[in-house]
T-cell receptor, first 115, second 114 residues
Framework: NAGVTQTPKFRILKIGQSMTLQCAQD?????MYWYRQDPGMGLKLIYY???????DKGEVPNGYNVSRSTTEDFPLRLELAAPSQTSVYFC??????????????FGNGTRLTVT | AQTVTQSQPEMSVQEAETVTLSCTYD???????LFWYKQPPSRQMILVIR??????QNATENRFSVNFQKAAKSFSLKISDSQLGDAAMYFC???????????FGKGTMLLVSP
């Protein structure tokens, strides 16, 4: 199993550009998540999904969009990139709640810089 | 909403010594899960240990153990016989049994010196 795969690992965007961060998991997990990590701020939830076709906003959804057409894939779309979106982005997945607390399995992150 | 507080931005320990990282949380629920994640410089998020709130026994994983005080809403991580490879950012996280999302603290940077 590859686990959670995120691409790209690094990206530099100009203000106003758009891009999609890709995330795929091969563990047949129901739940998938996007977090952003800023220095000294921990991880903040952007969006999450409890299954194909179902998505919901997290704590910091503004400026982002997601879709979940399959169980495996959960891309994050940035429209009109802004410097405030400079961050490290993590995709994660987990089983449906109840199984030993269903810990999150993380991808290796994408470092995004918007200039 | 649940909150998770890690009051120590940075901690230092010498090799072979023991260090304790603090975490408190706020919740009105009785059934939930707590986690400690490690993030080394590689940026990878690694699960260190987990605790189910309904279990009174503290979880242990090799050199890592927790002190879970449910009434005090405290969940500290003890690292024994510290090693250079333990140097990392450590995050405490909370998950309600009825919710799908995880709430993280801001993290504690652990420095390990020879």
């Amino acid at each position: 199993n590859a686990g959670v795969t995120q691409t790209p690992k690094f990206r530099i965007l100009k203000i106003g550009q758009s891009m999609t961060l890709q995330c795929a998991q091969d563990m047949n997990h129901n739940y998938m998540y996007w977090y952003r990590q800023d220095p000294g701020m921990g991880l903040k939830l952007i969006y999450y999904s409890v299954g194909a076709g179902i998505t919901d906003k997290g704590e910091v959804p503004n400026g982002y969009n997601v879709s979940r057409s399959t169980t495996e894939d959960f891309p994050l779309r940035l429209e009109l990139a802004a410097p405030s979106q400079t961050s490290v982005y993590f995709c994660a997945s987990s089983l449906r709640g109840g199984s030993l607390g269903s810990p999150l399995h993380f991808g290796n992150g994408t470092r995004l810089t918007v200039t | 909403a649940q909150t998770v507080t890690q009051s120590q931005p940075e901690m230092s320990v010498q090799e072979a010594e023991t260090v304790t990282l603090s975490c408190t949380y706020d919740t009105s629920e009785s059934d939930y899960y707590l986690f400690w994640y490690k993030q080394p410089p590689s940026r990878q998020m690694i699960l260190v240990i987990r605790q189910e709130a309904y279990k009174q026994q503290n979880a242990t994983e090799n050199r890592f153990s927790v002190n879970f005080q449910k009434a005090a809403k405290s969940f500290s991580l003890k690292i024994s016989d510290s090693q250079l490879g333990d140097a990392a950012m450590y995050f405490c996280a909370y998950r309600s049994s009825g919710y799908s999302t995880l709430t993280f603290g801001k993290g504690t940077m652990l420095l390990v010196s020879p």
